[in-house]
């Protein structure tokens, strides 16, 4: 299986994303905003990162970026909700070129399904 970043600054929900996908049998790296996450990956390379866009700190979307410039085949997968712009802000990663993006709450399955199609190399689906 696959060897994971989850950078999400919800304690809670990193930790039952990072319990399924172990389950699941993937390894699983975890940070609690973008920064930590960058930092990172240039230690513990990854084979796709899962982020949050609305957090503390460094924010997704400036993450995507970095990530684009320091890691330009990772593939990433983007995750938001709980704001009023939470859409717009998928939108965006979207155009950025991550692999998929998912509105929270999401099932296990839909982010299964989404790790398994970026690790196949599927381009994002056309909005």
Known sequence: ??????????????????????QAGHSVLQ????????ALLTTSPCDLVITDLIMPGQEGIETILQLRQRHPGLPVIAMSGGS?????YLGIAAQLGVRSTLAKPFTTAELFRAIDAALAGALPAAA
């Open 84 to 88: 009023h712009y939470a859409n717009a």
């Open 31 to 38: 940070a609690e905003e973008g920064r930590e996450g960058c």
């Open 1 to 22: 299986m696959a060897r994971l970043l989850i950078i999400e600054d919800d304690e809670p929900l990193r930790s039952v994303l990072a319990t399924a996908l172990v």
